[in-house]
């Protein structure tokens, strides 16, 4: 059974940093593309970062480029989301996500396996 479990959330002030972790067990790691998204409230979720297997392809989403991170460590089966500069309209739950493919991928549906989620709260 694949089972992926994000940890890091929390409160933090505007201009601050969090660095989120997935754990991913039950599934080789490595061969997989690996995506974080998020959901705030009222809102649909939507993409954040992807990244391929072999690290060598990142993907942003916009709304985060130059400020977040997106990183894997393919021997710890752990994939990472580091945020800087936070702003309070990155108030979300964020969640980590397995993709079907080696490909990295932004569409939701591209994905196979989500884990629960980390709230992370931004104040001003």
């Known amino acids: 059974q694949v089972q992926l479990v994000e940890s890091g959330g929390g409160l933090v002030q505007a201009g601050g940093s969090l660095r989120l972790s997935c754990a991913v067990s039950?599934?080789?790691?490595?061969?997989?593309?690996m995506g974080w998204f998020r959901q705030a409230p009222g809102k649909e979720r939507e993409f954040v970062a992807a990244?391929?297997?072999?690290?060598?392809?990142?993907y942003y989403a916009d709304s985060v480029k130059g400020r977040f991170t997106i990183s894997r460590d393919n021997a710890k089966n752990t994939l990472y989301l580091q945020m800087n500069s936070l702003k309070p309209e990155d108030t979300a739950v964020y969640f980590c996500?397995?993709?079907?493919?080696?490909?990295?991928?932004?569409?939701?549906?591209?994905?196979?396996?989500w884990g629960q989620g980390t709230q992370v709260t931004v104040s001003s």
């Open positions: 996500a397995a993709a079907r493919s080696y490909v990295y991928t932004v569409r939701d549906s591209d994905y196979a396996y």
């Open positions: 039950g599934r080789t790691f490595s061969n997989y593309a």
């Open positions: 990244i391929s297997w072999t690290v060598g392809t990142r």
